[in-house]
């Protein structure tokens, strides 16, 4: 039986008993998001761009994570959510006269399913995805090389591909006056190509923010906040990869807003295209939360 029938079968028997059962709520296109993407992982959706210093290259982010389903349980403060998720993120550079050409692109697209349960001081989540992500070079890249035109990059685009389900356990809580979010999970990828990536990926992360160091902003809360999100994944033999952000948003935090942010990342590359680089890259950047 192919995955997407045994979730089918699984929402329609837990929605039937829903209507027998009075602990049970549901709800068809919730408001928000059940779980907030982490800030530090590339992997999640994003509206934005990180300008990179050194080279005047751009990070540009367009992507949503949409709920589809909720299923509420009042009687012991749990939810589960079902939803999909559509992004990309794409390179774009300066070559001679020529802005902003995109050298190159990941797109994913793919589910998740997010169980949330309450307790007396903080709240558990459990969120399991199933993403595609492929790779692509672009004109950006081509018209990098002087006639006869080739690929600016070495041997060209390779056909890479993806496929990973992933499960994080997640936990937030406040302490000492701060928000405080922190997390670990797993990625293991069920096809791949080429064959020299790790199936298992490891991450781990936290995040933290307080709204009470700036007060509002023309009616607005203000949130300064960091975050450090960590990955284990290689080729032959693993290697770590850092990503370090901090800044500030302006807007509930769970909610509509914009956020201005440094960055510093050191590890394999974000494109996938030249997945086997290693970088060390600092950034500026700013994200729009809808």
């Given at each position: 039986m192919k995955l997407?029938?045994?979730?089918?079968?699984?929402?329609?028997?837990?929605?039937?008993?829903?209507?027998?059962?009075?602990?049970?709520?549901?709800?068809?296109?919730?408001?928000?998001?059940?779980?907030?993407?982490?800030?530090?992982?590339?992997?999640?959706s994003k509206l934005g761009i990180l300008y990179y210093p050194d080279n005047g290259g751009l990070k540009v982010d367009i992507g949503n994570s949409i709920d589809l389903l909720e299923i509420k349980y009042p009687s012991n403060n749990s939810r589960l959510t079902f939803g999909i998720e559509f992004m990309a993120y794409a390179y774009s550079t300066n070559y001679e006269e020529q802005?902003?050409?995109?050298?190159?692109?990941?797109?994913?697209?793919?589910?998740?399913?997010?169980?949330?349960?309450?307790?007396?001081?903080?709240?558990?989540?459990?969120?399991?995805?199933?993403?595609?992500?492929?790779a692509h070079l672009v004109d950006g890249n081509w018209w990098k090389s002087p006639y006869p035109r080739d690929w600016g990059k070495p041997g060209g685009p390779?056909?890479?591909?993806?496929?990973f389900a992933e499960v994080y356990l997640t936990n937030e809580v406040t302490y000492l006056n701060i928000n405080w979010?922190?997390?670990?999970?797993?990625?293991?990828a069920i096809h791949l190509r080429p064959k020299d990536q790790k199936k298992l990926i490891l991450n781990t992360g936290i995040e933290i923010h307080n709204i009470n160091l700036l007060g509002e902003l023309w009616g607005a809360k203000t949130n300064i906040y960091g975050s450090y999100h960590f990955t284990l994944n290689g080729l032959n033999k693993y290697s770590g990869n850092n990503n370090i952000q901090a800044g500030i948003k302006f807007g509930d935090w769970s909610g509509k807003g914009v956020s201005f942010y440094f960055s510093y990342?050191?590890?394999?590359?974000h494109f996938s295209q030249y997945y086997n680089e290693r970088i060390s890259k600092p950034g500026f950047g700013f994200s729009v939360d809808f």
């Open positions: 997407k029938h045994i979730v089918f079968y699984v929402i329609f028997y837990v929605s039937t008993l829903s209507g027998q059962n009075g602990d049970f709520e549901v709800k068809l296109f919730p408001s928000g998001n059940h779980f907030l993407p982490f800030r530090g992982n590339v992997k999640e802005r902003l050409q995109i050298d190159a692109v990941d797109g994913f697209f793919g589910g998740n399913a997010t169980f949330s349960k309450r307790d007396n001081d903080s709240k558990w989540f459990l969120r399991f995805r199933f993403i595609h992500n492929s390779i056909p890479f591909t993806r496929d979010r922190y997390y670990s999970g797993i990625e293991y990342y050191n590890g394999f590359d």
